[in-house]
């Protein structure tokens, strides 16, 4: 990506200054980018003194065998004692630690920091019982309740490294992560509740040990099954036992065992937007430091006050950082939602807001645009006047996005972070900080404190302001990942081979006039129209800039003429449907197409514009643009087992065969 990937988006002059009040009052002031400048791994070892260790580190980092870092070298600890043992000593056992709400209504329970300690030291004890020792994988396969933190922090205790698989996953997918990683326990439960129906999750780990055991047998030893709806389950007696069985009759009283700080702590698959998924392996201090002082500095925590809610799924990273270990180490209160947005009412997540007095809320552009796409009216209805800061993650939020999120739900008055990271990078990476830095509509502009990004050109030199190319992290931070797990190889070429001594993201960047990070698209999406190359989020920012465009997705598609050209899979607001419909839509895309002209320039008109009800989106909301590549280049759909809905690739198959409209 070069010069002509810069256009309108980073010519974006809107920008918002902290919030006076923020200022006053935010944990990271202005002095702390210089500060961590000056001394980075002094830095970071001040950050180090946020957790408890049970023995000191002698060195912040050991990097003589790059990219095989060591950090914090020669400490010892334990999770799962700084996520919830230590607040209890701390005098803070009766804090809530999570209200947790389930899909059914009044279905909720509250779990202080004492609740949690007793149910994870049972659950440890359990675990222990079942041989489970340091070492050891597990695999978790739970719905959004209680027990899956539980489950978690457990193993971080005994020092056997979770591997959390997406409760809607297939059981080709968890069999797959199961064989990769050599898990011996899978924890599960009867199913969950979603979309107002309980769902089974027990057949699916049924015929995932089924397909484990055919390629690998005995590797799974046991599975650990949480009732939580009550349907009918197979249960197979060698290897199945009831958690209520187990963890309730157990012990609340367990000694954790300090773990040498790159102990490994877990194991998480990439969500696959790309292509086959990788086993990022995190280990212990490093993480633990990153993801506790990166949730202090962005969302600028205060432990005593905040009501703090991430919407992700444990499923993937951003539940792991930003809803267990992170805030469960920093001892705040959070809300834990089981179910979807729209049970039993497309408000439910601001009456829970409402209800239970949320001041930090975290959640992805997919949710945002499903919001907007549902209308205005909805979030109105509440009173959503106890947040104080918003968060986005997962994909760049469109500048309409960022601009409706701002006023709909923060009132015009909450800092919005536009949080830059990676499954890989374990902890936020580029984020502006609320109390410091002003945000920019779409754009997440600048590595915190002690983080070093850059956007190299393809010769591997820094590109001035105002230009594009590719995001690095120029040195290593501590919750960076140790490797691919079983694969150094992968891991080397990966991430280190393509600009040497440098973290390569696979996402394309800009900077603008001020040197403020724009993220562009994966570098595979970035396409090549007529020797110019633009960029898929730009496209797709500027078509959700249009008043009746929702969502949309932009893919670079084989062209005879121009090498490649833009197609767009949109989906229309609710409000705007009815356009879509009679003349085949012929009159809203010739409309569309002329406002991508008019917004980007005429070589970013869209060839081909499917108006769609749904995109395919792995679990964690992102836009699988490959599979939308294979339809707008006719060829068959490739590996979709990490979709959330497989349906959906039938419907956007079919609906080209009928409603093209090609210029
Ligand atoms: P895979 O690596 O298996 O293809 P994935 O990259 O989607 O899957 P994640 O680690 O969950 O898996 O996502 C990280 C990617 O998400 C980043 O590389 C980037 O492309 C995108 N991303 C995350 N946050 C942002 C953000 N704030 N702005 C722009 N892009 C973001
Ligand atoms: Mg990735």
């Known amino acids: 990506m070069t010069e002509d990937a810069i256009s309108n988006l980073a010519n974006e002059t809107r920008h918002f200054d902290p919030p006076a009040d923020f200022v006053a009052k935010a944990n990271v002031t202005a002095t702390a980018y210089d500060d961590a400048k000056a001394d980075r791994l002094g830095y970071w070892a001040k950050e180090a003194e946020r957790i408890s260790w049970a023995t000191p580190f002698t060195e912040v980092l050991d990097w003589t065998n790059a990219p095989f870092a060591k950090w914090f070298v020669g400490g010892t600890l334990n999770a799962s004692y700084n996520c919830v043992d230590r607040h209890v000593e701390a005098g803070n056992g009766d804090k809530v630690a999570s209200h947790w709400v389930g899909e059914p209504a009044d279905d909720t329970r509250t779990i202080t920091y004492s609740d949690l300690k007793d149910e994870v030291c049972r659950a440890a004890n359990a675990i222990e019982e079942l041989g489970i020792e340091k070492g050891d994988r597990v695999a978790i396969y739970l719905p959004m309740i209680p027990e899956a933190v539980v489950a978690m922090l457990a193993c971080a205790r005994l020092g056997a490294p979770h591997t959390v698989v997406f409760g809607g996953f297939s059981a080709d997918a968890l069999a797959s992560r199961v064989i990769d990683c050599g898990a011996k326990l899978i924890i599960t439960a009867d199913g969950g509740y979603r979309r107002g129906a309980p769902s089974a999750l027990k057949p699916t780990v049924d015929e995932a040990v089924a397909k484990v055991e055919a390629q690998q047998s005995g590797l799974v030893e046991n599975v650990l099954v949480v009732k939580r709806t009550g349907q009918d389950v197979a249960f197979n007696d060698d290897i199945d036992i009831w958690w209520h069985d187990l963890v309730d009759e ?155 999120y701002r006023e709909h739900i923060g009132g015009d008055n909450c800092p919005i972070v536009d949080t830059w990271w990676q499954t890989e990078t374990g902890q936020i990476m580029i984020s502006p900080l609320p109390g410091v830095t002003s945000g920019k509509p779409g754009s997440a502009m600048k590595a915190l404190p002690g983080i070093s990004a850059d956007v190299l050109d393809d010769a591997g030199e820094s590109v001035p302001n105002g230009s594009g190319g590719y995001l690095v992290l120029t040195e290593p931070w501590p919750a960076m990942l140790r490797t691919i797990w079983g694969d150094d190889e992968r891991f080397k070429k990966t991430y280190w081979s393509r600009f040497p001594g440098m973290y390569f993201a696979g996402d394309g960047a800009k900077k603008d006039n001020d040197g403020d990070i724009w993220l562009m698209g994966r570098v595979d999406d970035v396409m090549n129209v007529s020797g110019h190359r633009l960029s898929t989020t730009e496209i797709e920012s500027a078509l959700v800039s249009h008043p009746k465009v929702a969502e949309a997705a932009v893919v670079g598609a084989n062209d005879e003429m121009t090498g490649q050209a833009p197609v767009a899979f949109v989906i229309l607001r609710d409000s705007a449907t009815g356009d879509g419909q009679g003349d085949g839509g012929a009159a809203v895309i010739k409309e569309l197409r002329d406002h991508v002209a008019k917004e980007i320039g005429a070589i970013a008109k869209p060839k081909l514009i499917m108006i769609v009800p749904e995109l395919p989106k792995t679990r964690s909301g992102k836009i699988m643009r490959r599979l939308l590549r294979d339809v707008a280049e006719n060829r068959a759909v490739g590996d979709a087992t990490t979709l959330a809905d497989s349906s959906v690739m039938d419907l956007i198959s079919a609906g080209m065969n009928t409603t093209k409209d090609e210029e």
């Open 250 to 404: 157990s012990s609340p009283d367990h000694t954790p065992e300090a773990f040498d700080a790159e102990h490994p702590l877990y194991v998480m698959y990439t969500s696959g937007t790309t292509g086959q998924p990788k086993g990022i392996l995190h280990t212990t201090g490093g993480y633990l430091v990153g993801v506790a002082s990166t949730h202090s500095a962005v969302f600028d925590v205060k432990a005593e006050t905040d009501v703090y809610w991430c919407t992700a799924d444990i499923g993937w990273v951003t539940g792991h950082s930003y809803s267990v270990y992170g805030p469960l180490t920093n001892g705040v209160t959070q809300v834990m939602y089981e179910g979807t947005p729209d049970s039993p009412h497309k408000g439910r997540w601001w009456e829970i807001i409402q209800d239970l007095k949320v001041t930090k809320f975290y959640t992805a552009p997919t949710a945002i645009r499903t919001f907007m796409k549902w209308g205005d009216e909805i979030p109105a209805k509440f009173d959503l006047s106890s947040l104080l800061l918003l968060g986005s993650v997962g994909e760049s939020i469109n500048p309409e996005a960022y601009m409706w």
